[in-house]
């Protein structure tokens, strides 16, 4: 049996689930074959997890099973109606205060609340893997610095409606992400966004050598800190993490649902 581990990557987590059995790893292996990214038209079947039965319900759940819930909810499409319920909210926000305060802008995370890793996450199992090649999509492994320069995250098509109803009311868009931001990083990261629709942004902030050491709730209030002192109003903050929310400089924050990892 594997031992769960929980590693961290300047702001981001990825917890990596043990496999009790031969047969939840079979299941989650089905499970992936089976699952297109979320959004997908493709997606196909989402096989029921096991229900827990009652005399371990006051146990901590099985950490193979929730894996396998996790799958469900993104590929049976219920993690999109639940992302797009709160963007909705955000551009109706947006689109209603952008006329009302002087230099409005809107900030946006980028990983799972602007691109989807969806395929690097599934391909790792839910695990973090920072070096090696990304190269055997959909199976892993799957290297998380390789995936950010090879830039074939999706776009999560609310976020981008959001990005493009900002820009047509004027408003300035930031990104800040935790995002490493050395020049391959960058590049990958600058054009992975652009070729899926996210272009003339003002200003994509990633880490500097000297922010990794910080938590992302530090890390990115000192960003939009700055960003206020440029004399501008955020209006709106988007993130999947409360670290990406916390912390003060915006006048009203969204916090996108990410069950799949989690960040300080």
Known sequence: ???????????????????????????AFALILLCAA????????????????PSARTQP???????????????????????????????AHVERRAGRVAKPALVLDIDETALSNWQAIQANDFGYIPGGK?????????????????????AI????????????????????????????ARAGTEKNLRQVGYDGWNELIMRSAEASKLTAKVYKSAERAKIVAKGYTIIANVGDQISDLAGGYSQRTFLIPNPFYYIK
């Open 61 to 91: 759940g099985n950490l193979g099973i929730l894996k396998l819930r996790l799958t469900r909810y993104a590929c049976s499409g219920a993690y999109d109606k639940d992302v797009e319920r709160v963007l909705r909210r955000a551009q």
């Open 134 to 154: 990304c190269e055997s999509l959909p199976r892993g492994p799957c290297g998380w610095h390789d995936w950010e320069h090879i830039a074939r995250a999706e």
């Open 1 to 27: 049996m594997l031992r769960t581990r929980i590693i961290y990557q300047g702001s981001k987590s990825f917890r990596s689930f043990s496999q009790p059995s031969a047969l939840l790893l079979a299941a």
């Open 157 to 184: 098509a609310p976020t981008l409606a959001l990005f493009n109803a900002a820009k047509s009311k004027q408003v300035a868009v930031f990104f800040i992400t935790g995002r490493r931001g050395d020049p391959d």
């Open 38 to 53: 979320p959004g997908s038209a493709t997606a196909l079947k989402c096989d029921k997890p096991p229900e827990t039965p």
